[in-house]
């Protein structure tokens, strides 16, 4: 796992990628903090985090995009697949990879803190929450992304349909709650709505169960990932 942990996060950068990714993210968390936060002259973050959401649903795609599916293009993955290496470590390689990319990019939001601290205070309670957020809702949209790699060797096709499946879980419970009438169904459709446990955490309310769906949908589709590869292995 730390080979393909290491090759991948030296093929962001070599590529380029890595910088794009970091680029876009500082620039629009960049912009969201000075318009939510500094222009409207409030110490709560929490307003530029619920903009940092939609953001993730753009990036994330194209972050997961070429992790699986440049290797099938190439036909690199057949060396990957034939190797004596346990296909987990395959995927949480290139997964953790992504992640800590994701990670270093988050960090940003400490020095935004740094610069409302410089201006007066710092809400910390809320800006903990909302950056323990944004570490189960890349973890699992991560997780999500790289399945989708895994279908397919073209990485247009495959951030634009991880694209399109997170902007469904994202407005899961607004079209559907809507239209469900039993209270019973109702709930559980809250349950999956990964924006109503994100909000959650922004609120400062660190719930277990919401801790266990996001990383529960991480080890999902890894799990996914892991079987479709398994499969191409055996064709």
Do not use: H
């Not at 309670?125 to 895994?150: E, R």
């Not at 469900?180 to 169904?185: A, G, I, R, Y």
């Not at 589709?221 to 398994?230: A, D, G, K, P, Y």
């Amino acid at each position: 796992m730390g080979a393909i942990y290491r090759r991948e996060m030296g093929s962001f950068f070599t590529s380029g990628l890595g910088y794009v990714f970091l680029t876009v993210f500082y620039a629009f968390s960049g912009y969201f903090f000075y318009t939510e936060v500094i222009e409207s002259g409030i110490a709560d973050t929490s307003p530029m985090f619920a903009r940092m959401f939609i953001m993730f649903i753009f990036l994330i795609p194209v972050l997961t995009m070429r992790l699986l599916s440049e290797e099938k293009k190439n036909r690199t993955d057949q060396g990957l697949l034939t190797a004596p290496i346990n296909l987990w470590e395959i995927v949480m390689g290139k997964y953790m990879a992504a992640f800590t990319l994701f990670v270093i990019a988050e960090c940003i939001v400490f020095v935004y803190a740094l610069v409302l601290r410089y201006l007066g205070s710092v809400v910390w309670a809320s800006l903990i929450g909302n950056f323990t957020a944004m570490l189960f809702l890349g973890a699992a949209f991560i997780a999500i992304g790289i399945f989708v790699s895994s279908l397919t060797e073209n990485q247009m096709a495959a951030a634009v349909v991880s694209f399109v499946v997170m902007l469904i879980f994202y407005f899961f419970d607004e079209t559907l709650l809507i239209r469900v009438s039993n209270d019973t169904l109702r709930e559980v459709l809250t349950a999956l709505s990964f924006r109503t446990r994100y909000y959650e955490f922004t609120k400062g309310v660190f719930s277990l169960s919401s801790i266990l769906f996001f990383l529960s949908t991480a080890f999902l589709f890894n799990f996914f990932t892991v079987r479709v590869l398994e499969k191409r292995r055996w064709s």
